[in-house]
């Protein structure tokens, strides 16, 4: 089953934060988050892994709750290039295929 | 090196015409994905290759759709009898394994549109 991402759009000044939340009905094992531009593919941004710590590149940062199966990504002190469709997409455990993802979430940094 | 690379980038054909777009992985990439995006939506699966296993077709929506991957290069996605709602955004991506810890590489997409 897909995992429901909230929320569905945001809007935001340069400078403030965001979360997205990701949440799943099922038992995670990964969780991966892209982002994707208007027009372009989706970019890997970072994975969490089951057990996994708090991971983070820049000021953009995640966590995972392996007991409510769900993720959350934040960016903090927004920049106006941070502007696109975030995704995640979760792996669960003892399937080789592929990450489900959500419908993602629409994030607009504005001046 | 080189990313995911697809082609054509745009396609516009007349209902009821079968089409049939091209993924070049990563080299190396054994894990091969194809996934379909329509307008505003998120990401379908739609089928997943790995090395010489067989496919995980389970994603595809109806037997009009097939595809194809040589080894772990090249593959095709066939889409026969087109409809109108095939319109979409067909991307396609690679990773170096199969599994969830897997980062996947997205090409720029074949943009379909069925008239």
């Known amino acids: 089953q897909q995992p429901v991402q909230s929320p569905q759009a945001v809007i935001l000044r340069e400078g403030e934060d965001a979360v997205i939340n990701c949440s799943s009905s099922?038992?995670?094992?990964?969780v991966h988050w892209y982002r994707q531009k208007h027009g372009e593919a989706p970019i890997f941004l970072m994975i969490l892994l089951k057990g996994g710590e708090q991971k983070g590149h820049d000021k953009i940062s995640a966590s995972f709750n392996e007991k409510k199966q769900q993720s959350s990504l934040y960016l903090t002190a927004s920049q106006l290039s941070y502007s696109g469709t975030y995704f995640c997409?979760?792996?669960?455990?003892?399937?080789?295929?592929?990450?489900?993802f959500g419908s993602g979430t629409q994030l607009t940094v504005l001046p | 090196g080189a990313g995911v690379s697809q082609s054509p980038s745009n396609k516009v054909t007349e209902k009821g015409k079968d089409v049939e777009l091209r993924c070049d992985p990563i080299s190396g990439h054994t894990a091969l994905y194809w996934y379909r995006q329509r307008l505003g939506q998120g990401l379908e699966f739609l089928i997943y290759?790995?090395?010489?296993?067989?496919?995980?077709k389970s994603g595809l929506p109806s037997d009009r759709f097939s595809a194809e991957r040589t080894g772990e290069s090249v593959s095709t996605l066939t889409i026969q009898r087109t409809q109108q709602e095939d319109s979409a955004v067909y991307l396609c991506?690679?990773?170096?394994?199969?599994?969830?810890?897997?980062?996947?590489?997205f090409g720029p997409g074949t943009r379909l549109t069925v008239l």
């Open positions: 991506a690679s990773s170096p394994g199969a599994g969830p810890l897997n980062t996947q590489y």
């Open positions: 290759f790995q090395g010489n296993s067989a496919p995980d």
């Open positions: 099922k038992a995670l094992y990964s």
């Open positions: 997409g979760t792996g669960v455990s003892g399937s080789a295929r592929q990450l489900t």
